[in-house]
């Protein structure tokens, strides 16, 4: 089954740690993206990538940093110096930044909380 | 700020009628429009999209519809069946790099 897979599905941290969350596709998609989504918000875009070894920073990159050392995985760290961030992450993948390209597929999501 | 919002936060319909979900959006250069479902602890899911030089866009018991000249994108789901509820999302797809800006969501409710 081809699809994007984040673990965990929910992750636990004290404050002042920093957490990495997991995202890896077999899509063999170019573009990945990682979001951002609170209680009754829509998503919003903190980091996407739409080459290996190549990211850039989206609408509420602070306090994260992303990696992109290979095609399949884009891992999303979230650092101490986030300063809210309990929320529900989302990682999506899609074909490539063309016009065209619109359907941004969706892993199942990781509920952080931070105590 | 956001350029994509909607009209209504929630919407209850009973089962077998048929839905409409609005957004209304600023930006006039996105040149795509897209909808989303996103049921309870899931990921979005695609839905279909619009481009921006139609008026109107059919799938399978959706429709999607564009009028540029009030900004207003509609959704419209016919024979709304229970596994419809979820959380409906417009987003509008615009710049170089081509990512989605996302509104709040629209909660549809089907009672059976």
């Known amino acids: 089954d081809g699809g994007i897979t984040q673990s965990p599905k929910y992750l636990f941290r004290k404050e002042g740690q920093n957490v990495t969350l997991s995202c890896e596709q077999n899509l063999n998609h170019d573009a990945m993206y990682w979001y951002r989504q609170d209680p009754g918000q829509g998503l919003r875009l903190i980091y996407y990538?739409?080459?290996?070894?190549?990211?850039q920073k989206g609408d509420i990159a602070e306090g994260y940093s992303v990696s992109r050392e290979k095609k399949e995985s884009f891992p999303l760290t979230v650092t101490s110096a986030q300063k809210n961030p309990t929320a529900f992450y989302l990682c999506a993948s899609s074909r490539g930044p063309r016009p065209s390209y619109n359907e941004q597929f969706f892993g199942p999501g990781t509920r952080l909380t931070v105590l | 700020g956001e350029s994509v919002g909607l009209h209504l936060p929630t919407l209850s319909v009973q089962e077998g009628d048929n839905s409409i979900i609005n957004c209304a959006y600023s930006n006039s250069a996105s040149d795509y429009f897209i909808w989303y479902k996103q049921e309870s602890g899931k990921g979005p899911q695609f839905i279909i999209d619009i481009r921006s030089n139609m008026d109107k866009r059919q799938g399978q018991r959706v429709t999607v519809l564009l009028n540029k000249t009030v900004k207003h994108l509609s959704l419209q789901i016919a024979a709304t069946q229970p596994g419809d509820s979820a959380v409906y999302f417009c987003?509008?797809?615009?710049?170089?790099?081509?990512?989605?800006?996302f509104g709040k969501g629209t909660k549809l409710s089907v009672k059976p």
């Open positions: 990538s739409q080459i290996v070894n190549d990211f």
């Open positions: 987003a509008e797809k615009q710049g170089s790099q081509g990512n989605l800006i």
